[in-house]
């Protein structure tokens, strides 16, 4: 059975940095492809960013400017980690991360629907 734990959330004011970890059981993290999707109150859920099976390629959405988070994943840990730099209040959400076997597209991966496991997210607050 694939888990996905995420922690690390909290509240911070406007320009602090939080670090997101995504702790996966029940397979191995590298053979996944794997991101953190967000979703604020009365909005969709969008992609933060996702790393691919395999050669660790990264994919960022594009509300989030580059450079301000970092993806990163631990094999050894089997953890999924995001840097989060600069909060601003529009970054307040909760996270989730999402899982799957199978994403074979550029495309797919900013689609919630081809990630077939998600963790229960955790709560982002930027206060300004």
């Known amino acids: 059975e694939v888990q996905l734990q995420a922690s690390g959330g909290g509240s911070v004011q406007t320009g602090g940095s939080l670090r997101l970890s995504c702790r996966v059981s029940?397979?191995?993290?590298?053979?996944?492809?794997i991101g953190w999707w967000r979703r604020a109150p009365g909005t969709e859920r969008e992609l933060v960013s996702c790393?691919?099976?395999?050669?660790?390629?990264?994919?960022y959405g594009g509300s989030v400017e580059p450079g301000r988070f970092t993806i990163s994943r631990d094999g050894a840990e089997n953890t999924l980690n995001l840097q989060m730099n600069t909060l601003k209040p529009e970054d307040t959400a909760r996270y989730y991360c999402?899982?799957?076997?199978?994403?074979?597209?550029?495309?797919?991966?900013?689609?919630?629907?081809?990630?077939?496991?998600w963790g229960q997210g955790t709560e982002v607050t930027v206060s300004s």
């Open positions: 999402a899982a799957d076997y199978a994403i074979y597209t550029t495309a797919s991966y900013f689609r919630s629907a081809a990630y077939d496991y």
């Open positions: 029940g397979v191995t993290l590298d053979d996944y492809a």
């Open positions: 790393i691919n099976a395999g050669d660790g390629e990264t994919y």
